[in-house]
């Protein structure tokens, strides 16, 4: 939708991080968004997919992540700061 090109998507564990998008146009995400809703994993995709033409969290930024996501990305980020910190006591098993 948004007309960028992406280089390689991953999916890890990070700790402190839901995605990341590097200069380079690789996109990363945390597995436990697998356990998120819906509309939590669409707004963490928008999130970085922005990324990919601004760098910054800065106006266009937001308004291109409000244009790129179908809901309530505010809700979104709410439910991570409530919810999020359960999704970590998941672990793979050693």
Do not use: I, Q
Not at 28 to 48: C, D, F, G, K
Not at 71 to 87: K, N, Y
């Amino acid at each position: 939708a948004a007309g960028l090109s992406v280089g390689r998507v991953g999916v890890g564990d990070p700790r402190s991080r839901w995605g990341s998008c590097t200069h380079d146009g690789d996109l990363r995400y945390s597995w436990r968004l697998v356990m998120a809703p819906n509309h939590v994993r669409r707004a963490t995709v928008a999130h970085e997919v922005a990324h990919l033409r601004h760098m910054d969290h800065g106006a266009a930024f937001h308004a291109l992540v409000d244009e790129l996501h179908d809901g309530d990305v505010a809700a979104a980020r709410g439910w991570l700061r409530r919810e999020g910190r359960s999704l970590h006591r998941y672990r793979f098993a050693d």
